[in-house]
């Protein structure tokens, strides 16, 4: 990590070097009411998690941002993948933070789409996350380490208003991560959970899922990724697996928002940082998965106002 990144990153956790616990939970409440001003200017706020690591929750998560901000949404999506980020790779984002006295202003991707994500802190691509002192000898520190980086994006990224924030949860949504993100975000809208058709896959994902309900997180649909293979001459979906979601989401009581088979295109798509173009078929499935989420939030925003 170059001189720079240390001394950027170091801003970013500085409230780790106090040692007064009275300046520690003066600080911690100030840029809780600071985490709740800059939420506050944001419409809804989505999480996009799995029980299941290799689901593909990252690359969804950024098509799933992409077609909301190609229907005209003014889009935020937020990389909580500390160790291994890769949102700005696949939407084509290498811009860095810019720091002014108003927060961090996060560079700015396809669709005027907002990027936060700790890959900008990193000025190598294969430099790692190395996390200094007493974290390296526990797991509980680093721990509060990841809280920490995760409570400052959201309270010092000056996101502005916008419409929608995505933020991407690490792979397997470890144990520590739905809780805090759920503490962090006020008024958070709910969550898309991100699975394959395979039966390990739903059976890990069905515990994440109950999880998330059990710590108050509302589930607003299920997306099946992976859900065969799309032919590259005909656009037909040839199956992975034996059967489907549909179980899942009848037994769970949850929304199947769509599926997304696996397509060549997709995958260069996401190496390369070069969005599918808004006519693909997989571009299409994403905006029917969009609207679907949208059409939900609309209808819990109805029910919720009638009650």
């Known amino acids: 990590m ?4 240390q001394k950027d990153l170091k801003t970013i956790l500085k409230k780790i070097h106090f040692t007064d616990d009275a300046q520690v939970m003066k600080q911690l409440v100030d840029q809780s009411l600071q985490v709740k001003i800059r939420m506050g200017q944001i419409r809804r706020k989505i999480v996009i ?10 690359m969804t998560t950024a098509n799933i941002s992409l077609a909301f901000a190609r229907q005209g949404n003014k889009v935020g999506v937020l990389d909580v993948d500390l160790n291994g980020p890769c949102i700005p790779k696949m939407l084509g984002v290498k811009d860095r933070f810019e720091f002014t006295s108003e927060g961090a202003i996060p560079p700015v991707g396809p669709y005027e789409m907002k990027v936060a994500s700790m890959d900008f802190f990193l000025r190598q691509e294969d430099s790692p996350v190395r996390w200094k002192g007493p974290m390296e000898l526990s797991p509980v520190w680093l ?4 809280m920490n980086v995760i409570r400052e994006f959201l309270g010092d990224v000056n996101w502005g208003e916008i419409d929608y924030l995505f933020t991407d949860l690490p792979p397997g949504a470890a144990a520590d991560k739905p809780p805090v993100i759920a503490g962090f975000i006020p ?5 898309v959970v991100v699975t394959t058709p395979s039966e390990v896959a739903k059976t890990v994902v069905k515990k994440s899922i109950v999880y998330a309900r059990d710590l108050g997180i509302p589930i607003i649909g299920l997306v099946e990724n992976m859900s065969g293979a799309l032919c590259p001459n005909c ?4 199956p992975f697996f034996e059967g489907g979601c549909e179980d899942l989401c009848e037994e769970l009581d949850v929304p199947l928002l769509g599926k997304i088979p696996f397509d060549r295109e997709l995958s260069h798509a996401c190496d390369s940082g070069e969005p599918l173009a808004a006519t693909h078929p997989i571009s299409k499935r994403f905006d029917e998965i969009a609207n679907r989420i949208q059409q939900l939030l609309d209808y819990k925003k109805i029910v ?4």
Not at 187 to 191: P, S, Y
């Open 187 to 191: 008024e958070l809208d709910g969550a």
């Open 49 to 58: 998690m799995s029980g299941k690591g290799g689901v593909g929750k990252s």
């Open 304 to 307: 919720a106002e009638k009650l």
């Open 143 to 146: 721990g509060l380490m990841e």
């Open 235 to 238: 656009s037909t979906a040839v």
């Open 2 to 5: 170059s001189p720079e990144a």
